[in-house]
């Protein structure tokens, strides 16, 4: 993937799962931590191809329930 852009999260934590050397996996976390204040930030907005994305999580499920 290109360094300008950014990884999808999912990959991120595979990566710093996987990292042994420390300096490595503090940029992989600081990656990870864009990575999802960007995919907050669209959700919030309702912008981005991930808006509507259900990730399975018990929030979105909470969601989806209390708005229909």
Do not use: F, V
Request: aromatic share 2%; hydrophobic share 30%.
């Amino acid at each position: 993937m290109d360094r300008d852009q950014p990884k999808d999260w999912r990959e991120l934590c595979k990566a710093a799962a996987q990292e042994l050397d420390p300096a490595k996996l503090t940029d992989i976390i600081a990656q990870l931590i864009k990575s999802l204040d960007e995919r907050d930030r669209n959700r919030r907005n309702g912008t981005g191809e991930n808006a509507s994305d259900n990730d399975g999580g018990p929030r979105s499920l909470r969601s989806q329930h209390a708005i229909g």
